[in-house]
Every structure is written in C-alpha cells, then in structure tokens.
C-alpha cells in the first residue's frame, strides 16, 4: 500500500458503506472508534476492533490489504503499548492500540466510500447553525476539503522532491530536502488560492 | 470590455546582497480591449502573465488602473470575479479535488444545488472535453495533458463572461490543439489569452506584444507576429544573455 | 505589488481564497508531520515532530491564520479522523496527558504570530529576519510547556507536583528549540521565496 | 545506448465502478536506440511520459527490461541515474532549491569540492543559458519560461551522459526555443526527448510514435511527422471523446 493511500481514496461503487449516508458513516466512526476510548473495558475494544475490521472489508468491500496501518502508527501503538504494559497495565495499551487502529480504518471507509461533493455538503449543513455568528457553511467546507486532499498531496510531493534529486544523480536526500516540500508545499497553496479565486469559489456566501 | 489606464506593477524583493528592492515589472500600459478574441505574445519574462492577472485582480495595479466592464478587480473584486474565469498555464496547482468529476462539481455548486443533476451535468461537461474515461482517476495520475484539459473545463463550466486563459495549448497534443481552438472560436464570451503557439494567436482579432514589461506591438495577427518572429530571431543571435 | 490577499489578514471574517487554502495546507502539514514516528515518549507523551509546524505556521502566516490552522486540525481530528500523533483521533486528545500542551497550541501561535507580524514590518534585513523569526519560535514553545505543565498539575487523573511536571516536560524542551532554529530556517526560505507573506510595511 | 526488451508497464487502479483494474500503460515496447537525437511525439496520454521515466527507473518495466548501457535501471538504479540526466515537463517538480544559484550548485556537489570554485562555475552555466539575472531571485517568483531554462540547466550541470528531456520546451518563447534547439544540437550526449512541438522533433535524427501505450510508428522525422499530423487531424473531426 502506498503511503498517500494512507486516508484512503474516493472510488464509486455500490457496497453497503456506499449507499449509507454520511451520518451513518460518521456515526459508526464515533461509536467504534472513538467511543471505547472512555469506556477504557479491554474486551469492548478488541470487539470494536473487529468490527470496524468487518465495516471495512464487508461494508465497504475493500480488499483485506486495505487494513495495513503503515509504519507510523505501528511503531507509535507499539511504544505506547510497550509503556503502558511496564508502568499501567497491558488493558490500557490494548484499549488504546484498538481505538487507533478503528479510527484508521473507519476513516478510510469515510473516505472511500463518500464522495467529496456529500462529503462538502454534509460538513456544510452542520456548519449552517453559525451562519448568523458570521461563519460561511460553504467556505468551511471547501477548507476542510482543500485539507483532506492536501494530504496524499503533500505525501506525494515527498516522492516527488525526491525524483526530482535522483533524476540529477543525488542519491541520499534526506532532511535536506524538507525545505522543498514546505516551500512547494506554500507556494501549491497560494496558487490553488489565486486558482479559487480566480474561479470564484471562495467568496462569501 | 476590459480597460488598462496606465496600468503599472512594481514587486518587492530582496537583492543579491539581501537588500529589499522594487523591481518594475510593467509600466504605463493604456489600452482598451473591445474584440472578442485577443492573444499576448512576447518574450519569457516579458509581462504576459502579470498583465493577465491584472484582470481579475490576482495582482493589482500599483499605479494607473484597470477596468473590467467599467469595474475596478482591486475594489470591486468579487463583482469581477463573477464575470471572470482564469486558465493558469500550470494546472497542478489549479486543481484542488481528488479527480476530475470532483474539480467539475465543485465549480458547479454555486449554480446546481441539487446533487445528482450536479454529477450528471458535472459527467456531461467531462464527456465534452473528450475526458469522461479519467472522470473518477486521481488527478495524480493523470498525464500532463490531460490535466490541462480538466483544468480549463472546470473554468468554462463556472460560466464566466470574460475568459482568461494564460498559455492554454502547452501541454496538449495536436488534436487536441485543434480541438480547443475550434471551441475557442465558438465560445461566446470575450477571450485574452497569452501564448507561445503562434499558430494559436494567428486564429485571433488582435494580438498585442509585449516586451519587457511594455506593450511594444498592437494589431492584427499577420502583422504582429511576422514582427515577433523577426525580433525573436534576431535575439537568438546575439550572445547568449546579451538582452534584457 | 499588493495582492489580493494582503487586504485582511488580520481580520477573521475576511479571509481570502489564499488565506483559507494557507490554513487548508498547513494543517494537512501538520497532520502529516504527525505521522512521522515519535522517536521517544515520555510517559504518555510522544515526541511530535509536528511541533516544527505548530511553531512554523506563526512565523509564516502571522497570529489569525495560523490560529485557524491548528484549529482546523484539532477540529478535523476531534472530529475522528486519524490525525494526531500515531494516527490517533477523537476528544480524548484533550483528557490525555498532552492535552495541555494541544490547548497550548492555540494561545501560542497566537502570540507567536502577533510577535513575528509586529518584528517583521519593519523590514528586517535577511539575517536579522532569521533572528527575530526564532525569538516569535521560542515565545511559541514556551508558551506551549508552560500550558503543558499546568496540565500536568492540575488533571484530574494525573496530579503531578510542579517538580515532576516539570521533570516531564524537560526532556521535549531542549529538542523543541531544535525544531524552533528549523523552523525559523524554513520560514526565511519560505518568506523568502514569497515575499507577498511578509506582514505589511510600518508606514 | 538505450534498449527497450518487450517492456510493458501496468498500474492498478479502479475503474468507474469502483473494482480494482490493472490498466496496461505501456505495451510490449522492443527497441533500440543507437542514434544521438531521438524524438518521442504521440497524443496526451499515448505515454511517451511513462516510456521515458522507464530510462532511469523512475518508473519501472512490470515486464519486459529495459538497459541503459547494458544496466538494468530497475536493479542497478544509482549507477544508471548517475549516466542520465532527466529533464521532467513541469519544472516546478524539478527545482528543489530557493533560488537558481543554488540549484545549479546542488547539481555541481558531486563534481566540484571546492564552494568557490563551484558558485563560480555555477554563474557560468547560469550565463551559457542567459540566466544570469535571475541567479539570485526566488525561483517562485521566475516565469515559466525562467524555470523551464533553470531546470535544464541544472541537468546538463551533472554532466550526464544520456539526456532524457521530457517536453523541453512547452515554456519557451520563439528565442528560448530556437536557442534550445541549437543547444541540443551542439549536445555531445545522447538526447532523447518527448515534445509535441513538431518542429523540435523535426531537428531529430530519429522520430518514435507513441499511440495508446504501443510505439506505432519509427523512423525518419519527415514520415513520422507527417503520418502523426495526418492522424491527428482525422481524430480532431471524430466526435469528442469518440477515441480511446
Ligand atoms: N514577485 C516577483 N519578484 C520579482 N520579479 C518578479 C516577481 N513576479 C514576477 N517577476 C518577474 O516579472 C517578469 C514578468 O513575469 P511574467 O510571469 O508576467 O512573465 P511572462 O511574460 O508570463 O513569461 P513566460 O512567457 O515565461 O510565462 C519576469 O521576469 C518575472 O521573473
Ligand atoms: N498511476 C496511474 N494509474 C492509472 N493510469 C495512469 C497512471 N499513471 C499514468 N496513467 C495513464 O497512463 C497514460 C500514459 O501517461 P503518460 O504520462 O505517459 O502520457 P503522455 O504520453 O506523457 O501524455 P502527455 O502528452 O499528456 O504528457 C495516461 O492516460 C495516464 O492517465
Ligand atoms: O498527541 C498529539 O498529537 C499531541 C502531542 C503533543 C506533544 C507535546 S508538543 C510539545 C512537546 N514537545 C514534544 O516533542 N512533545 C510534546
Ligand atoms: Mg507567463
Ligand atoms: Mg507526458
């Protein structure tokens, strides 16, 4: 799996997850995800566990590799696991690793089962209540949009800084080479900006 | 119509020796734009693309004015902006969703609310520009070309009135060249566009040149780019670096 | 050159295209420097190498839009998505042990902004700039300890006494000058490169 | 020289109803390429990108080989990088430096210890491309034109001894690209360049046609040429999207 994969991507199709709405999505993302959290019961965890397992690979109808957590979280949960085993106690640490894993993967169903467009409309329609405090429902959206895609683009554009040095025979990029990707990474979003702008997206509404 | 009065724009940088400077990157430029079909030409670095972005108000006229269908872009900026659509010639940076069917819907939400009629409209644009087959790809992965094409279609499907489109054949093949001229020529509104492609300014009203931040040519198409061409080839001779 | 996007920096309600796709793009920056591995953890606490954003966005975006960035992330990762260090997400963040540290964010790059945007009007010279850039950086972190460390003392269920909060926090805080003499390096380069960032000149 | 052994290149991906598909992106492409000047032209998404990105291993052949010199880029990566340089289209991807000077000292490292001695050289090679005046500037701040120059030239700074250059001239103003084309000329290395600016593959000692991922036509520039913009003018009639 790739590492700009890591939120997962839209793709169209007609699984159960698909034809859920958004609510019932995040619903689920709350409930097994974040919920077990603070009942902090180790069994309830390892059982949330599996099912968001289950809503991802069923539900959503993703292939099993879609599970894969990638490096960073595996080597964070193993720390914290690690820790809490010698100085709280093993419960904590699984009740911990099992909420961050359901998190990951029901974030990934969000992800891949809702298009951006329900997805705007959806964070829009929550954001309307403020409307009268001065709040733009449609703006905010487009944000929170801009963020989630920026993303797997910033990802990218690691591998990206990092071709571009290989092409000129520079082997060993390393820290370096974090500068290019911020830089890009301002000037993308000053274009995008003149780009919104230009289209008339980001006015108020 | 679209108005420069004296239009100029000066940047702030820093030196080579990390002293702040103003650089003049236009200067004094008056002219009135009424022809439906209107090319800039001229050299790399002359202006082009500042004079362009002049017109929606990306960049303001640090001295002098413009004026778009009697509007100021730098007061009245989203009153320009509605009746404006830019092409940026870079289209990484100018599409924001995922894929392309995304990049279409988002410039229709202000006008469809509903969402499906949005999507079909949204697919029925793609089909149009020959792209229905990358409608759902990453933009990511999408050929340079094709990125291009996805960018300038979401601009035309806002509707503008005016439409500027800043060196919009670099990165297409040959048909679809010819394609996007043709639908040029058939676009209602007003279109100022900047190009390397002569073949593409000669299909034009009126062409300006600009050089060095001046607007030095202003005519018809045979008449401005032969002198371009005779200019430029010249240029190519002199010692490597020797203008500007 | 006056871009559009100058007009309102400082006021909430007017922000531009450029502005929200700033705040956009440096909280997704944030987000993924979070996914980096903590080299260490101190208790429940893990090195954040996103802590070299937190400090970077005051210094590049100034006090209003570098608030609104770390809010978007916080809001997008209470909200459930797998944003904060180690992929984890939700509420808790706020109950955890560094929960007084990510409140702290928020009072800091709002400091730290409104420093940077009153040093740099004047226009510093670029060596002068990397100076005053890190001092708006270390104003940043220490803000965000001193929010840490009465977390730490007063939690609920942590209680700590001064000494061990304090004893708790020191580990992050040599390193977290590190990241604020990256961060002021990376924000000359970007200032540099887009000059337009630089706050308005004193008049 | 450059071999290419029925290499083929797939991707997976989704198609519009969501089920993973593997796409055939480039198919069972056997050439070799002894000649100096070689142009690859083709509609967008034909894949000449993806043909060229095999050289250097940037992408890599999921059948079939490719060899470089007799190495296999896909195995011995570094070894072929270090012979071939590669220009990619968009030059905002290729500059990882703030300011030209400093990108063309970053390509210098390897070959130049001494930092004098190599900012020295640096300005020289900025000069050879008549970029001395913006060596200082912020390469953000550079016209498309400027970057496509300074991404080339820190290519050839390497000192490679192929050069792939992918659309080299989709920038440049009718000076810059007569300039270019001389300096491709005068080249000692091997050059292998995609473009769709017919009158560069024209100079071409070689012209390849690339059509839906098959190399569909090899020869000499006037055929290639001739037979591209024939089909290319039937496409443009066809409805659109009707292709592919
Ligand atoms: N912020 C800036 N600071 C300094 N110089 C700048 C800045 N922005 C633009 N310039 C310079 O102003 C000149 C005009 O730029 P512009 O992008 O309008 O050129 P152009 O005619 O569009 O060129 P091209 O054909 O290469 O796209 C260029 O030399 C450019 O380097
Ligand atoms: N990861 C991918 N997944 C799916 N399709 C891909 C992927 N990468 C490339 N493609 C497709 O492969 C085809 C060839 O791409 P390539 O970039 O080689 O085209 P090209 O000939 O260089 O086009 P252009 O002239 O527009 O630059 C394109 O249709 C592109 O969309
Ligand atoms: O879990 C999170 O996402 C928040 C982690 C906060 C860690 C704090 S920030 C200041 C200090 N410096 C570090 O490196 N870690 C702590
Ligand atoms: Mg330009
Ligand atoms: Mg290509």
Known sequence: ?205 | MIEYRQAGVEVDGYDLDGRAVTTRILRDVTLSLPQRRIAVIGANGSGKSTLLKLVNGLIRATSGQVLVEGLDPAREGRAVRRRVGHVFTDPAAQLVMATPLEEIELSLRASIRNRVERQRRALEVLASHGLEHVANRSVHTLSGGERQLVALAAVLAVGPSIVIADEPTTLLDLRNRIILGRAFDGLDQQLVCSTHDLELAARMDRVLLVDAGRVMGDGSPQEIIARYREQMAVRADEPAGGRR | MITEDEKNTASRSGLTASDLALIAVFAALIAVFALIPAVFTVGAVPFAFHMIIIVLAPLVLGAWRSVCSVLLYLLVGVAGLPVFSGGRSGPSIFVSASGGYVIGWVVAVLVAGALRTALLRRRPRKGLLAVWLTVAGVVCVVITHLFGVAWFMVAPNLHMGLGAALLTTAPFFPLDLLKVVIAALLAVAVLSAFPRLMPARKA
């Open chain 1, 1 to 205: 799996m790739r590492l700009e994969n890591y939120l997962g991507a839209y793709r169209a199709g007609d699984s159960l997850m698909h034809r859920a709405p958004v609510v019932v999505k995040y619903l689920l993302l709350v409930v097994l995800g974040v919920v077990p959290f603070f009942a902090g019961r180790w069994p309830v965890s390892a059982a949330t566990l599996v099912l968001s397992a289950l809503v991802l690979v069923v539900g959503a109808r993703r292939s099993p590799r879609e599970l894969d957590p990638m490096l960073g979280v595996l080597v964070m949960s193993a720390l914290i696991l690690v820790y809490d085993s010698f100085f709280l106690s093993w419960r904590n640490g699984v009740v911990f690793v099992c909420g961050t894993l359901s998190c990951l993967w029901l974030a990934r169903v969000l992800t891949c089962t809702t298009p951006a467009s329900v997805l705007m409309d959806a964070i829009a329609s929550l954001a309307r209540p403020f409307k009268p405090l001065g709040a733009s429902p449609e703006r905010f959206a487009l944000t929170i949009n801009i963020m989630w895609n920026s993303i797997p683009g910033l990802l990218l554009s690691v591998r990206q800084v990092r071709d571009a040095a290989r092409a000129r025979g520079i082997e060993r990029a390393g820290w370096r080479f974090v500068a290019p990707v911020i830089v890009g990474a301002v000037g993308r979003a000053l274009e995008m900006g003149e780009a919104l702008q230009a289209r008339g997206l980001a006015d108020n509404d």
